[in-house]
């Protein structure tokens, strides 16, 4: 195993070796490792994947071998090249060299690491056996994100290479915009594509390679598919509705990528839930920040403790060069799962997060105003309590609107629905009453009612507001819920615990040992 | 009385003649008596016609709240009922009354609650609850109505008429429960509603398909609102006065909306110009009246090649405010022949040339305003009274350049005139004498023209018998002996403005006396008048809603007296500056039930304590009340708020005490 290691190890630094002498800028990698980071986390799911698909470091690490002199033609492309592009931005490829410097580091320290451990603890077989699989998890993924950022460096100079280079058109083809995770085999257009180019047969060696590349691309697509069948509960896949209402903000609506120019990550339901979002690339510990994430990296070595691998990642640099990175819901038959037909992919991990905690979660915060309205995503139900109770907009049916035009869309859309008037309760019961009370007293009464619409209309709706909420009666201002404040962090104990991607592990039986919180 | 109730009256003499009329035949006869006071006359004669009235009559105004009850419970086939005039109406008399009436209002169609301030939402959800049929309603003017109010209403759901202009309280919310409750909406005015929006003129849209009138004059919406309102098939009338948030572009929304638009009135839209309204009329072959009274400051040739086509059309254009020249007046008059009315106010470049080519094209016209058009003279009125032989109004006010010779051929050719407007014309006695041929003349202005004697008044009176309305403000030679004459000639008058005329004393008031229809009497600033004067008018003047007597300063509580004991209808009330006492006063405001709106300002001889009992006395009926600044600390605070609890609005003033002659 450790061979095969060191032989991918070998077949990346040879890819990147050109970008060795390039100065190396630490912000944008900063970037891209952290944003990866996170999805390389989410991506591998060791406690469950394992057992389902088959195994991880055989076929599919043997096929992402690739032949040296296939590598050589590969580098010298790279190095051919440049000069011809007029559009061909050098930064782009320095980090995303620099990218893949780094992951085999990773990969190489992971290794390392384990090789360390082996001998030091030779405790019980079967926490060997979890370590080794938590370890492949994670150097799958990187060799999935190696492979992906590779890809991308082939489409910014694909065109321009087009007419000189068929080799590396049918590169670009095949690790460019293609470059698809999880993308259907049948959707590949590198078939397509092949068909178009009539000179095929001379790029033989591309052809085993690419080829290499495609079976790598299918096993990670088992990887990907795999853990749904047995995603646990709730993940029939039965075909739903979509009935995320809510979601516009969760991504991929407006924007039209046309399918394949993305890559489809798909994150598993445990991760999802996972409370954190960044992750330790080495230990695995989860972070709430990225600040904290930092901090914490310091602690696996001199290299973090630079001021460039501390500094807060700019935003822009590096965008633009990663790959463009969609998301998958693992809800079999959901509008956001790729399997879908009509799929619309989720644009950032957060929007996965929301999308299935709305969408195939348990609502299970509620509202301890109205103790009516549930939510599964705390944000939401914060901004509900922002306004619940002063939706002052309320329609004959019972619905209250927020805003005057909404209920007026909604009462213009629904026959006999009519706005309801603030203080209709009190009316009822007072009109029952006294309908023909004596004159001083009616005057009096009357005294009460227009001696506030003389102020001002805003009076009026105040009054009328404040008269409703003592008569529905369903809050006064001492009836929060104390415990907002311990919602505000997190909500459910045990559930970081039970639901963690790492919470397989006995506590403490090593030194990545899942220990929640912020450091 | 009348000719014919005198008639009736001897047939009831003989009371078996009356008796085998039948009730539906003595219902007819009814029916065609227009005076309200003759068929007073009919009722109290004959039980027979008692009994036909009691089941024909079909409108009712009630004046007092005392007797409602009764008049709804006697009235069963009533259909119209009018209660805008009835004194202290509030929630509980009104439910009271209509609970009383058990199912007698089963019938009643339309109810008029304008300005009946004391009417909330209670007294309407009982009214309306007990009227099935009803299909209009008028709340405009109840200021403090607001969106309860306009939902009990909105309860009526066959509702096709409804008034709601200055229900100030109004808002969207409001307007949303007329359009959901009412879907068969007809005419809707939310003219003054402020609080009313694009989004509530939305709903409506959608909601009343059947709107063929509707009113958003003064509301701050804006072209959004004209969007929706184009989607209104039937729409036929559109009103947006002073819609300053109105421009081109939404006379453009509109011009796609209904082809039946026959009126729209954007005067005072600041935003709109000629484009605007030439793009409205484009396609619009049913156009018929146009109001852009000052909001046009040029006319642009594309309007005026449009208003070509409306030339079979169009019969009313208001252009007030604009500059206008010879051509542009020769070339609407080409463009709309059909013209029946033409408002040319406060236009500046009007001359003699342009109104003669005007109506060298407009035969038809009967009704001209020319009001401050200063340039024209005789020559004007001479082809006005060439082409317009069907002339019935014509506005002159401070034409100041025209003189009788004018007024001469218009007298002669157009004998229909029934309204002129002489207003600071400076014409003299000469003038009324030709005028005084105009039989049919109902409103007269001549307000100003200080040279205006007895003797010209007693030309108007000796052929002017069907006059309504008489303006002699500041037509200070007029003496008594002018109002002996009017009283003898002119007994229909019911508005008459005699302020500033100072040489009338008491004498010519005992003349007035004898005009029992008189409803609105201005007596500003008579300092010769006293209690006496104001007694023979009280008695007299049966009709009497509306009084004046500001600056009278010889007016004590002997006249108060008067109007307290004889002045029962009285609704306005103005008293500055008389010499009257807390006890005329408190007098006064306990008797006059029907009394809405007192102006007293400057009573230096009532102490606070006669202010405090008289307002008390009044406290429910009250609806408008001016007063010294100063008093508004001195009264208790109590019955202030009480006040204002009955829907009373006050007017605080403060103006230093000058007397003036």
Same mark, same amino acid.
């Given at each position: 195993? &450790?061979?095969?290691?060191?032989?991918?190890?070998?077949?990346?630094?040879?890819?990147? %070796?050109?970008?060795?002498?390039?100065?190396?800028?630490?912000?944008?990698?900063?970037?891209?490792?952290?944003?990866?980071?996170?999805?390389?986390?989410?991506?591998?799911?060791? @406690?469950?994947?394992?057992?389902? *698909?088959?195994?991880?470091?055989?076929?599919?690490?043997?096929?992402?071998?690739?032949?040296?002199?296939?590598?050589?033609?590969?580098?010298?492309?790279?190095?051919?090249?440049?000069?011809?592009?007029?559009?061909?931005?050098?930064?782009?490829?320095?980090?995303?060299?620099?990218?893949?410097?780094?992951? *085999?580091?990773?990969?190489?320290?992971?290794?390392?690491?384990?090789?360390?451990?082996?001998?030091?603890?030779?405790? @019980?077989?079967?926490?060997?056996?979890?370590?080794?699989?938590?370890?492949?998890?994670?150097?799958?993924?990187?060799?999935?994100?190696?492979?992906? %950022?590779?890809?991308?460096?082939?489409?910014?100079? =694909?065109?321009?290479?087009?007419?000189?280079?068929?080799?590396?058109?049918?590169?670009?083809?095949?690790?460019?915009?293609?470059?698809?995770?999880?993308?259907?085999?049948?959707?590949?257009?590198?078939?397509?594509?092949?068909? #178009?180019?009539?000179?095929?047969?001379?790029?033989?060696?591309?052809?085993?390679?690419?080829?290499?590349?495609?079976?790598?691309?299918?096993?990670?697509?088992?990887?990907?598919?795999?853990?749904?069948?047995?995603? @646990?509960?709730?993940?029939?896949?039965?075909?739903?509705? #979509?009935? #995320?209402?809510?979601?516009?903000?969760?991504?991929?609506?407006?924007?039209?990528?046309?399918?394949?120019?993305?890559?489809?990550?798909?994150?598993?339901?445990?991760?999802?839930?996972?409370?954190? %979002? /960044?992750?330790?690339?080495?230990?695995?510990?989860?972070?709430?920040?990225?600040?904290?994430?930092?901090?914490?990296?310091?602690?696996?070595?001199?290299?973090? =403790? %630079?001021?460039?691998?501390?500094?807060?990642?700019?935003?822009?640099?590096?965008?633009?060069?990663?790959?463009?990175?969609?998301?998958?819901?693992?809800?079999?038959?959901?509008?956001?799962?790729? &399997?879908?037909?009509?799929?619309?992919?989720?644009?950032?991990?957060?929007?996965?997060?929301?999308?299935?905690?709305?969408?195939?979660?348990?609502?299970?915060?509620?509202?301890?105003?109205?103790?009516?309205?549930?939510?599964?995503? *705390?944000?939401?139900?914060?901004?509900?309590?922002?306004?619940?109770?002063?939706?002052?907009?309320?329609?004959?049916?019972?619905?209250?609107?927020?805003?005057?035009?909404?209920?007026?869309?909604?009462?213009?859309?629904?026959?006999? /629905?009519?706005?309801?008037?603030?203080?209709?309760?009190?009316?009822?019961?007072?009109?029952?009453?006294?309908?023909?009370?004596?004159?001083?007293?009616?005057?009096?009464?009357?005294?009460?009612?227009?001696?506030?619409?003389?102020?001002?209309?805003?009076?009026?709706?105040?009054?009328?507001?404040?008269?409703a909420d003592d008569v529905r009666g369903y809050f006064s201002p001492l009836s929060f819920d104390p415990c907002f404040g311990a919602l505000d962090d997190f909500t459910r104990p045990g559930f970081d615990i039970s639901e963690n991607p790492f919470s397989f592990l006995p506590s403490g039986s090593c030194s990545y040992g899942q220990q929640n919180g912020d450091s | 009385m009348s000719r014919e109730a005198q008639k009736l009256d001897s047939a009831a003499d003989g009371a078996v003649g009356i008796g085998v009329l039948s009730l539906d035949l003595l219902g007819q006869v009814l029916d065609r008596l227009r005076e309200p006071r003759d068929r007073k006359a009919c009722r109290l004669v004959s039980r027979a016609f008692e009994r036909a009235e009691v089941a024909h009559r079909r409108a009712l105004r009630v004046l007092r709240r005392e007797p409602l009850p009764r008049l709804l419970r006697a009235f069963p086939a009533l259909e119209r009922l009018d209660l805008s005039a009835c004194a202290s109406l509030d929630d509980a008399s009104l439910s009271a009354a209509v609970a009383g009436a058990g199912g007698g209002l089963a019938g009643l169609r339309s109810v008029c609650l304008a300005r009946a301030n004391g009417v909330g939402w209670r007294g309407l959800e009982a009214l309306v609850a007990a009227c099935p049929k009803l299909e209009a309603v008028d709340l405009s003017h109840c200021v403090s109505a607001g969106d309860r109010e306009v939902a009990a209403v909105a309860a009526a759901a066959g509702l096709r008429e409804l008034r709601l202009d200055k229900c100030l309280a109004v808002t969207d919310m409001g307007l949303a429960k007329v359009a959901v409750g009412c879907p068969r909406l007809e005419k809707l005015s939310l003219k003054w509603c402020r609080e009313i929006s694009d989004i509530g003129i939305d709903l409506l849209a959608k909601k009343c398909p059947e709107l063929r009138s509707l009113n958003i004059s003064y509301l701050e919406v804006g072209n959004e609102s004209l969007r929706s309102i184009s989607s209104l098939e039937r729409l036929e009338e559109l009103a947006m006065v002073c819609c300053s948030c109105i421009d081109d572009e939404g006379l453009e929304l509109l011009s796609k909306g209904s082809d039946l638009l026959q009126s729209v009135d954007v005067s005072r839209c600041d935003h709109v110009t000629s484009e605007g309204l030439a793009a409205l009329i484009d396609g619009r072959n049913f156009l018929q009246k146009l109001y852009a009274a000052d909001c046009l400051h040029e006319i642009g040739q594309r309007f005026l090649s449009k208003l070509a086509t409306l030339k079979e059309t169009l019969t009313m254009l208001k252009l007030d405010g604009l500059e206008v020249s010879d051509s542009l007046l020769q070339a609407i008059g080409e463009s709309c022949n059909k013209l029946v009315e033409v408002g040319l106010s406060k236009c500046s470049g009007v001359t003699d040339e342009g109104i003669s080519s005007l109506v060298a094209q407009c035969s038809d016209l009967r009704s001209i305003d020319l009001t401050c058009c200063n340039l024209i003279t005789n020559n004007a009125l001479d082809s006005i009274a060439d082409n317009c032989k069907m002339l019935e109004c014509l506005r002159l006010e401070s034409c100041s350049l025209i003189n009788e010779k004018g007024l001469k051929r218009i007298a002669t050719c157009c004998p229909n005139l029934k309204e002129i407007d002489l207003t600071d014309c400076g014409v003299d006695d000469a003038a009324l004498e030709h005028l005084a041929k105009c039989s049919e003349l109902r409103i007269l202005k001549l307000g100003l023209c200080s040279s205006i004697s007895d003797k010209g008044i007693a030309f108007i009176s000796s052929n002017c018998g069907k006059l309504v309305e008489l303006d002699l403000y500041r037509c200070n030679s007029i003496t008594d002996d002018g109002l002996a004459a009017l009283a003898n000639g002119c007994k229909r008058i019911k508005l008459l403005n005699l302020c500033y005329c100072n040489k009338i004393t008491d004498t010519g008031l005992g003349h007035l006396g004898s005009l029992e229809e008189l409803t609105n009497l201005e007596l500003r600033c008579l300092v010769r008048i006293t209690g006496i004067g104001i007694s023979s008018v009280a008695i007299g003047c049966k009709s009497l809603i509306e009084l004046d007597l500001k600056r009278c300063y010889s007016v004590d509580d002997a006249g108060l007296w008067a109007l307290a004991r004889y002045a029962l209808n009285l609704r306005q009330l103005t008293i500055s500056y008389c010499q009257v006492t807390g006890l005329g006063l408190c007098h006064l405001l306990s008797s006059l039930r029907c009394l809405q709106d007192i102006k007293m300002v400057h009573l230096s001889w009532v102490s606070i304590e006669g202010f405090e009992m008289a307002l008390r006395a009044a406290c429910g009926r009250l609806k408008k009340l001016k007063m010294l600044c100063g008093l508004k600390t001195v009264l208790s605070p109590e019955l202030l708020q009480m006040l204002q609890a009955c829907g009373c609005r006050i007017r605080w003033v403060n103006k230093p005490l000058v007397y003036k002659d």
């Amino acid at each position: 195993m &450790e061979g095969r290691m060191t032989s991918l190890e070998a077949t990346m630094k040879a890819s990147s %070796t050109m970008a060795s002498s390039m100065v190396r800028n630490a912000d944008p990698d900063q970037q891209t490792l952290r944003s990866n980071s996170v999805e390389q986390f989410y991506f591998p799911r060791p @406690g469950q994947s394992l057992p389902g *698909i088959p195994p991880f470091f055989g076929p599919p690490s043997s096929s992402l071998y690739l032949p040296n002199d296939n590598e050589a033609k590969f580098g010298n492309q790279f190095e051919s090249n440049p000069s011809q592009n007029t559009d061909w931005d050098p930064q782009a490829i320095v980090s995303n060299l620099t990218f893949l410097e780094q992951k *085999i580091k990773q990969v190489k320290d992971i290794v390392q690491s384990m090789n360390n451990r082996e001998n030091q603890v030779a405790g @019980g077989s079967s926490e060997l056996a979890a370590k080794q699989q938590l370890i492949t998890a994670d150097l799958t993924s990187i060799i999935i994100q190696l492979i992906s %950022t590779a890809g991308s460096l082939l489409p910014s100079m =694909k065109n321009p290479l087009l007419s000189s280079n068929p080799a590396v058109r049918q590169l670009g083809n095949t690790l460019g915009s293609p470059m698809g995770f999880g993308m259907n085999a049948n959707q590949r257009p590198s078939v397509d594509s092949k068909t #178009d180019i009539p000179d095929t047969g001379k790029t033989s060696d591309y052809d085993e390679l690419m080829n290499n590349l495609n079976t790598a691309q299918d096993e990670r697509d088992e990887l990907i598919k795999c853990p749904n069948p047995c995603g @646990g509960e709730g993940s029939e896949p039965t075909p739903m509705e #979509d009935h #995320d209402v809510k979601e516009s903000d969760d991504g991929g609506e407006g924007e039209n990528l046309p399918p394949g120019s993305y890559v489809v990550l798909q994150l598993e339901k445990e991760e999802i839930l996972a409370p954190h %979002t /960044h992750f330790c690339l080495i230990c695995g510990k989860g972070f709430k920040r990225d600040a904290n994430l930092r901090m914490h990296m310091r602690g696996h070595g001199d290299e973090y =403790k %630079t001021p460039a691998a501390l500094a807060k990642p700019t935003k822009d640099s590096g965008a633009d060069h990663a790959p463009v990175t969609r998301y998958s819901c693992p809800f079999v038959g959901c509008k956001r799962n790729k &399997e879908h037909k009509k799929f619309q992919p989720l644009k950032t991990i957060l929007c996965v997060k929301n999308h299935y905690k709305r969408s195939h979660c348990d609502k299970s915060y509620t509202c301890s105003r109205c103790n009516t309205k549930k939510f599964s995503v *705390i944000a939401d139900l914060k901004t509900h309590e922002k306004h619940c109770g002063r939706d002052k907009w309320l329609c004959s049916c019972g619905t209250t609107f927020s805003r005057k035009d909404k209920l007026f869309g909604h009462v213009a859309l629904f026959q006999g /629905h009519t706005p309801a008037l603030p203080m209709e309760d009190v009316k009822v019961s007072e009109a029952s009453e006294q309908p023909h009370d004596s004159e001083p007293m009616n005057e009096m009464a009357r005294s009460m009612v227009y001696s506030f619409p003389s102020s001002s209309s805003d009076g009026i709706s105040n009054l009328d507001m404040k008269m409703a909420d003592d008569v529905r009666g369903y809050f006064s201002p001492l009836s929060f819920d104390p415990c907002f404040g311990a919602l505000d962090d997190f909500t459910r104990p045990g559930f970081d615990i039970s639901e963690n991607p790492f919470s397989f592990l006995p506590s403490g039986s090593c030194s990545y040992g899942q220990q929640n919180g912020d450091s | 009385m009348s000719r014919e109730a005198q008639k009736l009256d001897s047939a009831a003499d003989g009371a078996v003649g009356i008796g085998v009329l039948s009730l539906d035949l003595l219902g007819q006869v009814l029916d065609r008596l227009r005076e309200p006071r003759d068929r007073k006359a009919c009722r109290l004669v004959s039980r027979a016609f008692e009994r036909a009235e009691v089941a024909h009559r079909r409108a009712l105004r009630v004046l007092r709240r005392e007797p409602l009850p009764r008049l709804l419970r006697a009235f069963p086939a009533l259909e119209r009922l009018d209660l805008s005039a009835c004194a202290s109406l509030d929630d509980a008399s009104l439910s009271a009354a209509v609970a009383g009436a058990g199912g007698g209002l089963a019938g009643l169609r339309s109810v008029c609650l304008a300005r009946a301030n004391g009417v909330g939402w209670r007294g309407l959800e009982a009214l309306v609850a007990a009227c099935p049929k009803l299909e209009a309603v008028d709340l405009s003017h109840c200021v403090s109505a607001g969106d309860r109010e306009v939902a009990a209403v909105a309860a009526a759901a066959g509702l096709r008429e409804l008034r709601l202009d200055k229900c100030l309280a109004v808002t969207d919310m409001g307007l949303a429960k007329v359009a959901v409750g009412c879907p068969r909406l007809e005419k809707l005015s939310l003219k003054w509603c402020r609080e009313i929006s694009d989004i509530g003129i939305d709903l409506l849209a959608k909601k009343c398909p059947e709107l063929r009138s509707l009113n958003i004059s003064y509301l701050e919406v804006g072209n959004e609102s004209l969007r929706s309102i184009s989607s209104l098939e039937r729409l036929e009338e559109l009103a947006m006065v002073c819609c300053s948030c109105i421009d081109d572009e939404g006379l453009e929304l509109l011009s796609k909306g209904s082809d039946l638009l026959q009126s729209v009135d954007v005067s005072r839209c600041d935003h709109v110009t000629s484009e605007g309204l030439a793009a409205l009329i484009d396609g619009r072959n049913f156009l018929q009246k146009l109001y852009a009274a000052d909001c046009l400051h040029e006319i642009g040739q594309r309007f005026l090649s449009k208003l070509a086509t409306l030339k079979e059309t169009l019969t009313m254009l208001k252009l007030d405010g604009l500059e206008v020249s010879d051509s542009l007046l020769q070339a609407i008059g080409e463009s709309c022949n059909k013209l029946v009315e033409v408002g040319l106010s406060k236009c500046s470049g009007v001359t003699d040339e342009g109104i003669s080519s005007l109506v060298a094209q407009c035969s038809d016209l009967r009704s001209i305003d020319l009001t401050c058009c200063n340039l024209i003279t005789n020559n004007a009125l001479d082809s006005i009274a060439d082409n317009c032989k069907m002339l019935e109004c014509l506005r002159l006010e401070s034409c100041s350049l025209i003189n009788e010779k004018g007024l001469k051929r218009i007298a002669t050719c157009c004998p229909n005139l029934k309204e002129i407007d002489l207003t600071d014309c400076g014409v003299d006695d000469a003038a009324l004498e030709h005028l005084a041929k105009c039989s049919e003349l109902r409103i007269l202005k001549l307000g100003l023209c200080s040279s205006i004697s007895d003797k010209g008044i007693a030309f108007i009176s000796s052929n002017c018998g069907k006059l309504v309305e008489l303006d002699l403000y500041r037509c200070n030679s007029i003496t008594d002996d002018g109002l002996a004459a009017l009283a003898n000639g002119c007994k229909r008058i019911k508005l008459l403005n005699l302020c500033y005329c100072n040489k009338i004393t008491d004498t010519g008031l005992g003349h007035l006396g004898s005009l029992e229809e008189l409803t609105n009497l201005e007596l500003r600033c008579l300092v010769r008048i006293t209690g006496i004067g104001i007694s023979s008018v009280a008695i007299g003047c049966k009709s009497l809603i509306e009084l004046d007597l500001k600056r009278c300063y010889s007016v004590d509580d002997a006249g108060l007296w008067a109007l307290a004991r004889y002045a029962l209808n009285l609704r306005q009330l103005t008293i500055s500056y008389c010499q009257v006492t807390g006890l005329g006063l408190c007098h006064l405001l306990s008797s006059l039930r029907c009394l809405q709106d007192i102006k007293m300002v400057h009573l230096s001889w009532v102490s606070i304590e006669g202010f405090e009992m008289a307002l008390r006395a009044a406290c429910g009926r009250l609806k408008k009340l001016k007063m010294l600044c100063g008093l508004k600390t001195v009264l208790s605070p109590e019955l202030l708020q009480m006040l204002q609890a009955c829907g009373c609005r006050i007017r605080w003033v403060n103006k230093p005490l000058v007397y003036k002659d």
